[in-house]
């Protein structure tokens, strides 16, 4: 397989994440998420939203949107409930992750590594939307180990790949204690690798 | 069961018009788009995003995101894929729905009907992001029936929400004519019910 993958992403992290955890090997090719004109040509014949990860399976099909490919690679492993209700529970966090989750928190941290200085009012919208998505985990996770079914699932691994890199865009993680247990839970699971190794 | 409901909401009109096509059964309760103060009283132990649809379900517990509870509700039936690989093509055309068009093309509506003029740097990223979005969906139905399949399936419900209203917010179907021959195929579907019937 080749995955069409950028180091800074967590988009892309989440799926380097799984497939560390799964044992799957796979060659990568770094595209560029801060010059985005080659995309079309990179990606035009694969993903219709030109966005990373992409993945090239082994037929030479393809399959985007990072929380669609953990979803299929997970589907009969541990890291995906067997239950079809769980299973809905699991989905309902990968799209919380994407959109109450993501473009807050990840943009932020995106807008700092770019060093774009966004005008006031885009950067307090920024800031509202991450700390009610902080808030919201911080609400469920008070009581729970993890995210779905009290065990390790792809919702943490789609969940975890910007909330604990959520201080490079500005949001502290002090004020969410029970945030800050599940990160480290999750870092304690087999296999796990970091962001850059 | 119970849905927590909005008429106006291309997301809601996803899980009404699933369950008029799969004859299920359900309560709705009306809930404000506009005035949103009561989200954290109404939906609070609910849906940690405070968003709707939300839904409960007969054993009194919750699932949210309406992309979600379109796969929880099509497992098994012929909207959603039996095969591996196209069931991750409906996610991630269930993905890019949530995170490349109704950022856009649902929030350009919203501020029409809601009387909102928002600055002219926002409206034109807005315009940017769901041109994008119905040009990638003009490619990829160019040359298809359905999104995922060649047959018709809950990518196709979670899609047509908020494109069919989509010239309420502005942007115009007609230089998108693969597009405007799915949406009629969509509503040629059996028991096809509208958003506001």
């Known amino acids: 397989m080749l995955l069409y993958d950028n180091t800074l992403s967590g988009n892309c992290y989440k799926v ?30 694969l993903n219709p939203a030109l966005r990373v990860p992409t993945l090239v399976l082994d037929d030479g099909s393809a399959l985007a949107e990072s929380n669609a490919i953990l979803f299929y690679f997970s589907e009969g492993t541990a890291l995906l409930p067997e239950d079809r209700l769980e299973r809905a529970r699991v989905l309902q966090w990968l799209f919380f992750e994407q959109y109450s989750h993501e473009p807050y928190i990840a943009v932020a941290r995106f807008w ?46 789609a969940l975890y790949a910007y909330t604990h890199v959520a201080p490079e865009g500005g949001f502290e993680l002090v004020p969410y204690p029970a945030v800050g247990a599940w990160l480290e839970r999750v870092r304690q699971q087999p296999s796990h690798v970091t962001m850059t190794g």
């Open 16 to 45: 380097r994440l799984l497939f560390a955890q799964l044992g799957l090997d796979y060659d990568r090719r770094e595209v560029d998420v801060f010059d985005r004109s080659d995309r079309p040509e990179v990606l035009g014949e």
């Open 112 to 157: 700092a590594h770019a060093g774009i200085t966004a005008p006031a009012a885009e950067r307090q919208a920024k800031l509202r939307g991450g700390t009610a998505a902080l808030k919201a985990m911080e609400g469920h996770l008070a009581q729970r180990v993890f995210l779905v079914g009290q065990r390790y699932t792809i919702a943490d691994i």
